[in-house]
């Protein structure tokens, strides 16, 4: 969502802001802007559109080195909440009497109440915003209150929502303020300059040296160092910690786009992932470094909550591990379980899967967890996150910095760390023969070579590009343990080339879908060999009666009779029927990546979608 950058230092400003909110991009934003101060006086630009709209506002004088006085200053990426994508809607946001700007992640629930009051008191709104309510609060209380501090503390008592704030005041030109509650915040500690960012990657081209501000936390940064206190105006002594900065710089290395390069890295993805937990089929998997095994013996219930691509995963981890563990599984979308009643006890395991680890929904579904007694295991990216810190156990997924908005790598080694904890509940509780674990095992270490395989021959995909890429809708099926391959196919097809598509189980087809079918809407089927591909193959011949183009995702022995069903087949190798998805899915992300670059679209940063959605 927003992307924050704060800066106080030697360096001059504007360019050190410019490059922080690139390092953002990736994220999706609507619009962009910054401010700073200079020679007492605070100045603000603003665009819609993409950085380089910002860019060209700006005068050159703002890029020459030692640009004298301007070391203060903070910028922000939007997208869009409240209001649309307009200059006037773009952050920063700035107080009546022009001392205060404004830049704000999150969303103010109660801006309406606060809007209503604070134009009583002759405040003049210039913007559809939620924000811009905070900085005219902010300079209301500062009429009366002339410690920034504490002014925080009291805003902080009249919000309610989630923010990660950062305020600049002319009246104090040498502190910069963050404010963090239920949004990201982190301040980066260099030599002789201070960072604050909405998310590590901000700040690490400039130190790898980090302190991550917690829920009601305020902090001051200025030239003698950074303070933190709580909403109660207590001192909190903030862990400074060093990061592996050199996993969060972003790099094409070559490929035309983000996405393509991280299609790419699945195989190395995926030994990362399984090193050092999966030694050889004869060893237990190594998954836990602390006292999870005692405390997971007593659990009777799996319940895997997550959004989006890393939903998919966690349902190709229920068919997995009610298949091994014989444990029922149950996996919920994070918005839809926070906001019912769920049935979990002390018993229950919660699994929440993010890449991002600051996913909102995600990391409320974890607290009401925790309120119910469930332990929790996160299964994400980043390592930093908020999810990670609040997780009684984390289970990293190394795949690497993922810049496409597009989730490829991130979902190929969730889906992995799910088939290691299957398998690692497998083992002690005994609830599978040695022998078919290991059969798993060995399987699992042959995958890497099995996506370079697909990886290497990319032209048929190409072609079938080229072919269906004009189609205004697509669907996707599948059934068993590949269904919510199917239904990520459909999401990485909608969500970079905005072509309608639907991921269905092949049972379902006849229920409803079917009537839709025609030669205008290809199907994506994919058959692999087990117990479902004969079924399959008859929900295949059903669309196909329909006259609808069939292609076949295909890794069984399609029988002579039948290959006139399928209008192409893309072959791929074969694995165990439960590890298939993984390379089930490479093909779907590489023809979704093919038609959207066919059509011209931005493949990494799609329209209206953001990398980390911090906002329910
Ligand atoms: C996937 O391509 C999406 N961009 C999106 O569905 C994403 O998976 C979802 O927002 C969840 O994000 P998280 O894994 O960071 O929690």
Redo the contacts with the bound molecule.
């Keep these: 969502m927003c992307g924050i950058v704060g800066y106080i230092g030697k360096k001059s400003v504007v360019p050190v802001i410019l490059d922080s909110l690139q390092t953002l991009e990736y994220r999706g934003y609507d619009s962009a802007g910054l401010a700073f101060v200079d020679n007492d006086l605070l100045t603000v630009y603003k665009a819609s559109g993409k950085l380089m709209n910002l860019r060209n506002q700006l005068p050159e004088k703002l890029f020459e080195k030692n640009g004298k006085s301007r070391y203060i200053g903070m910028g922000h990426t939007r997208w869009a909440t409240h209001g649309a994508p307009t200059d006037q809607n773009a952050h920063p946001h700035v107080s009546c009497d022009g001392n205060i700007a404004l830049i704000h992640n999150g969303i103010v629930e109660n801006y309406g109440e606060l809007r209503e009051g604070l134009t009583q008191k002759g405040h003049q709104f210039h913007s559809k915003t939620d924000t811009e309510c905070v900085v005219h609060l902010i300079e209301e209380l500062s009429k009366s209150e002339p410690d920034m501090m504490k002014v925080l503390q009291q805003v902080s008592q009249r919000l309610v929502g989630a923010y990660a704030l950062v305020i600049l005041d002319k009246r104090h030109p040498d502190k910069l303020y963050g404010v963090r509650n239920h949004a990201p915040l982190v301040v980066g500690i260099g030599e002789d300059e201070l960072l604050l960012g909405s998310d590590v990657v901000a700040v690490v081209e400039h130190t790898n040296k980090v302190a991550y501000l917690k829920d009601g936390e305020i902090v001051e940064l200025s030239p003698q160092g950074f303070k933190v206190i709580n909403f109660y105006g207590e001192p909190i002594d903030a862990k400074v910690e060093t990061i592996a900065s050199g996993q969060l710089i972003a790099d094409k290395k070559g490929f035309k786009h983000f996405m393509l390069k991280e299609i790419h890295e699945q195989p190395d993805v995926i030994r990362s992932s399984l090193s050092g937990r999966l030694i050889t089929p004869e060893e237990p998997i190594a998954l836990f470094q602390s006292d999870a095994a005692q405390r997971l013996e007593q659990i009777n219930r799996i319940f895997i909550v997550?959004?989006?691509?890393?939903y998919h995963a966690g349902l190709v981890g229920k068919y997995f591990i009610e298949d091994l563990v014989r444990i029922p599984v149950e996996v919920e979308a994070a918005g839809e379980f926070r906001y019912r009643n769920p049935v979990i006890d002390d018993k229950t395991l919660v699994i929440a899967i993010?890449?991002?680890g600051e996913?909102a929904d995600?990391l409320t579904a974890i607290r009401q967890s925790h309120d119910k007694g469930s332990p929790v295991i996160a299964i994400t990216n980043r390592e930093d996150s908020t999810i990670a810190r609040e997780s009684d156990w984390v289970l990293p997924v190394r795949a690497g910095l993922e810049v496409s908005?597009?989730?490829t790598k991130s979902f190929t080694a969730q889906v992995i760390v799910l088939y290691l904890l299957g398998l690692y509940l497998a083992e002690t509780r005994k609830a599978l023969a040695a022998e078919n674990l290991q059969e798993i095992k060995s399987e699992l270490q042959r995958l890497p070579a099995l996506v370079e395989h697909i990886l290497h021959t990319p032209e048929p995909i190409q072609a079938l590009a080229k072919k269906y890429g004009n189609s205004r809708d697509m669907i996707f099926i599948a059934r068993g343990i590949n269904f919510p391959a199917a239904l990520e196919g459909a999401?990485k097809l909608k969500?970079i080339s905005y072509i309608h598509a639907e991921g269905y189980s092949a049972s379902e087809l006849k229920h409803g879908p079917i009537a839709m079918l025609d030669r205008s809407i290809p199907v994506v089927a994919v058959l692999t060999e087990g117990i479902v591909y004969d079924k399959m193959i008859s929900n295949c011949q059903e669309a196909k009666a329909r006259d609808a183009y069939v292609i076949a995702i295909n890794s069984g022995p399609m029988p002579e009779d039948v290959k006139d069903t399928f209008e192409d087949v893309l072959m791929i190798p074969k694995t165990h029927e439960l590890l298939s998805p993984i390379l089930t899915s490479v093909p779907m992300q590489l023809l979704a990546y093919y038609i959207a670059e066919f059509l011209g679209k931005d493949v990494d940063q799609p329209r209206n979608?953001a990398k980390?959605?911090t906002v329910e």
């Design positions: 997550a959004c989006g691509t890393s993010s890449q991002s996913t995600t908005v597009c989730a999401l969500e979608l980390s959605v």
